[in-house]
């Protein structure tokens, strides 16, 4: 069973069957292409996609229906046939989509919405889809923000 270092998790074995590959890596990380979802029952119901090509590099995510459960997909041509479909499904059955989450400066944690990690779990090839709408943010909060104390 292959292993791999990472840096969060520690040296993890894994099967090749459970391996993610991006055909044209993620925006801003074209290199690194293969991604080993992790799942830890503590930590429900985020996902870390662990780098297999960067023992440093791993995403936090969160199926996006955790988030939204009315979530309406929306990919385009070129995504979904670069994760093996050639029309969008009816529903996402067979799809798993995650919204990547980010900390800002303040440190409030957010959600991608806009460009979900889409997975065809039949091929695991997978693509970050940028939608052409602005029906969802880049930035969906996942906590509300912290209330101001008065002055006394």
């Known amino acids: 069973m292959p292993q791999s270092e990472t840096k969060y998790f520690g040296t993890v074995s894994y099967d090749d069957q459970t391996v993610i590959t991006f055909p044209a890596g993620l925006p801003a990380f ?12 503590a930590r429900r119901p985020f996902i870390f996609l662990q780098s297999l090509d960067d023992p440093l590099l791993c995403f ?10 009315g979530y309406q997909l929306k990919m385009s041509a070129e995504d979904l046939a670069a994760i093996g479909l050639e029309r969008p499904p009816a529903a996402t059955a067979g799809l798993l989509c995650l919204a990547v989450v980010s900390f800002h400066r303040d440190g409030i944690p957010a959600a991608n919405l806009l460009a ?4 065809n779990a039949a091929t695991r090839q997978a693509v970050q889809s940028v939608r052409d709408d602005s029906v969802y943010s880049s930035c969906h909060p996942l906590a509300p923000a912290p209330e101001a104390t008065p002055c006394s």
């Open 30 to 41: 074209e290199r690194y292409r293969r991604f080993l979802p992790i799942e830890d029952a």
């Open 60 to 69: 936090l995510t969160l199926p996006v229906a955790a988030l939204d459960p």
């Open 116 to 119: 979900p990690v889409v997975v």
